[in-house]
């Protein structure tokens, strides 16, 4: 059905490593590599958007020469950067966008619009504003999009690295349906889903760590609190609390990390830490005192956003690191220090991320989602940092869904649950 | 699977209503009324009614009255260089041309804000083509430009938010000092929008020859009231003010 023969894609000066695959109808395949290794070049070039060196053929026509609209109706791209494949304002446009463009009529767009917005579980949530949506919904809305179309093959290019583990388990429920009915599913990770989308042919682009090889030392006896959150409330509209008080304590020097679904609240509650926002009620304290905006160093999920130097060498030089280059250096990671900003891949951008913000050596650094974008080796470097840092008395309160990350590199990990924390671990 | 659909819930009737506050043809002739009458006219006072009136209007639809103060605010130094040029080559008081190009500017500021808070770009880009006859490429390109101007502001806020946290704008004063900083990332923004949509587009099979649009775009009693209510408000205030 789908076969590539000696492909490679190039990319300026960058050229990615050449695959040959042939995939059958109703198969799994995954593309495995570090970040900035070319998968996502290998995906879009699939979809005739990169051109290619090679061969790629569908059917046993060859991509670059078929008709564009006949192309797009059967295959549809899941990207990694879900802000940028979001292009409209409503839950419901956006599931019907790609229906309109594709010429459907009004009766079949609201038919197949519901029917993946059911599968997806997010059909109450149709006239939600969709940047109002968590970062987790806002990834079922894009499969739920992708899907519309029923297309023959799924390119998912590192969609499932920002869901939750229970959301995971849905998907998997509806992948497994979409298999059944012979359509195939290729997807590129930093390490093989077994138990979720277990592969039928593996094309590897590099090495990687398959999991976290490190566990740290839980620091003991901490004592001296540096950061007090007493009944905190918050909400965006006057319908639903998102936090219903929040009550817990940081110690200085300590890795605390923040575990919850998606959209219970995680990065409203870092936020506020940071003083970025206002709680409606209850208050935050930082060394006794209220937070002021500098005070803790807020990391976004989204690194792109953050990053203003040209090079990563610019980017840190701002912030006068040089331990943070010498930190890139000594990984092997070097060479990234001159390249391009906007060419590096989206784990990169969060390592130059991360390091710049831990540079600064505040003594309370807030990181959302801190592992989305990176592979083992990369957050196993991270992991390692996080450790370094909080030895040297810097707090750090990370949120993720990788409860294996969570497990390996923090003190404590504490659940946010229906707006309420509780504490559920100590390693 | 179990259903989750609701059987009262009319779906067909939700999905093809519009999410526009203002129907975005209502829109457009409000925003061409009030440039029009604005443009024409001198009399400060008279000038300073249209802006009450542009604000009004976009206030009432917007209910975000302090966001497009906000907007007016930053726009003043534009206004004020525009007032000492307008005031140099029309004779007029530096004072008084400042002041009419600062409400002129303010006007045209705040009536504006109807399409960025109001109007769903594509419902935007759907009247241009189906009303106002705009080749459907040129129609589309102005939806797409505002859809990624709605995107970049958000980028924009939260890299702000990110510089702030960071200490690197500590002050309101740090965003005159490290503007260069603001508009490398503002700059930075743009182009990586505008590379990513290139590839969103493509990957979600858009093509303005190809695409259907479901959504009816009625004018309902609100926007003649509108209409009704602009209209008037210009003839009151230039045939009947002063």
Redesign the interface.
């Known amino acids: 059905m789908l076969k590539l023969q000696k492909t490679r894609v190039k990319r300026g000066s960058w050229i990615s490593p050449t695959v040959d695959l042939d995939v059958r109808e109703g198969e799994v395949v995954a593309i495995i590599g570090p970040s900035g290794s070319g998968k996502s070049s290998i995906l879009l070039s699939i979809i005739g958007v990169l051109d290619y060196e090679g061969s790629i053929t569908l059917s046993g026509s060859e991509v670059r020469n078929m008709d564009k609209r006949q192309l797009r109706s059967r295959i549809a791209y899941v990207p990694d950067d879900l802000n940028s494949y979001l292009i409209t304002f409503r839950v419901i446009d956006e599931v019907a966008f790609n229906l309109e463009n594709l010429g459907y009529e009004s009766k079949n767009i609201v038919e197949k619009s519901l029917e993946v917005l059911e599968l997806t579980q997010l059909l109450e949530l149709w006239d939600r504003d969709v940047w109002t949506l968590s970062e987790g919904e806002k990834q079922r809305l894009v499969i739920a999009s992708a899907l519309s179309t029923s297309p023959k093959i799924v390119l998912l290019d590192n969609a499932f690295s920002n869901i939750d583990w229970e959301m995971k388990k849905k998907f998997l429920d509806i992948f497994k349906e979409f298999l059944e009915e012979g359509h195939t599913i290729v997807y590129t990770g930093y390490s093989i889903m077994k138990e979720f989308l277990k592969p039928d042919h593996v094309v590897y682009l590099g090495e990687t760590d398959e999991q976290y090889k490190i566990k740290m030392v839980k620091r003991t006896g901490l004592k001296d609190v540096l950061l007090e959150v007493e009944d905190l409330w918050f909400r965006y509209t006057r319908e639903r609390y998102i936090l219903r008080g929040v009550w817990f304590k940081a110690f200085r020097g300590e890795r605390l990390t923040i575990i919850g679904k998606n959209g219970s609240g995680k990065t409203t509650l870092l936020k506020i830490i940071s003083g970025l926002y206002k709680p409606s009620s209850g208050r935050v304290r930082i060394e006794s005192r209220t937070p002021k905006i500098g005070k803790c160093i807020y990391v976004p999920q989204n690194p792109s956003i953050s990053l203003f130097g040209r090079t990563p060498r610019e980017e840190l030089r701002y912030v006068e690191s040089r331990w943070a280059e010498k930190i890139i250096e000594d990984v092997g990671l070097g060479y990234l220090l001159d390249k391009p900003m906007h060419s590096l891949s989206l784990g990169e951008k969060r390592l130059i991320s991360l390091l710049s913000a831990l540079s600064l050596r505040a003594t309370l650094v807030v990181l959302d989602e801190p592992t989305v974008g990176l592979d083992h080796r990369l957050a196993n470097m991270i992991g390692e940092l996080f450790y370094n840092i909080s030895n040297e008395n810097v707090t750090l309160i990370m949120t993720t869904h990788d409860r294996d990350f969570a497990e390996a590199f923090s003190d404590r990990i504490l659940l946010l649950e229906e707006g309420v924390v509780h504490e559920i671990s100590e390693r | ?1 179990k ?3 609701d059987e009262k819930t009319d ?2 009737r ?3 209503e519009t ?1 526009s506050k203002i129907n975005p043809l209502t829109a457009q002739i409000t925003i061409l009324l009030i440039l029009a009458a604005i443009t024409i006219e001198t009399n400060h006072i008279r000038i300073f009614l249209l802006l009450i009136v542009a604000f009004t209007i976009s206030s009432v639809y917007s209910r975000k009255t302090l966001s497009i103060l906000k907007f007016i605010l930053l726009f003043t130094p534009l206004s004020i260089g525009l007032g000492i040029f307008y005031g140099l080559i029309s004779g007029k008081s530096l004072l008084e041309a400042v002041f009419i190009m600062w409400m002129r500017i303010g006007t045209l500021v705040s009536i504006s804000t109807l399409l960025y808070y109001c109007v ?3 419902e935007l880009a759907d009247s241009l083509t189906r009303y106002l006859r705009f080749p459907r490429t040129l129609g589309y390109s102005i939806g797409i430009a505002f ?1 990624v101007y ?2 970049m502001m ?2 924009l806020r ?2 702000i ?8 704008i ?1 002050s309101w004063l740090d965003y005159l000092l490290k503007i260069d ?1 603001i508009l ?2 503002t700059v ?2 743009a ?3 505008a ?3 290139e ?9 303005p020859y ?5 959504k009816r775009l009625k004018i309902k009693l609100k926007d003649y009231l509108t209409l009704i209510f602009t209209s008037l408000s210009i003839i009151l205030v230039m045939f009947l003010v002063g």
């Open positions: 699977m259903s989750q659909r779906w067909h939700l999905f093809l999410s769903d770009p594509w859809s709605q995107k958000r980028d939260e890299a938010d990110s510089l702030r946290s960071r200490k690197i500590r900083k490398y990332i930075y923004i182009y990586r929008r590379e990513e949509l590839i969103v587009l493509e990957a979600r099979s858009f093509d190809w695409r259907r649009e479901r």
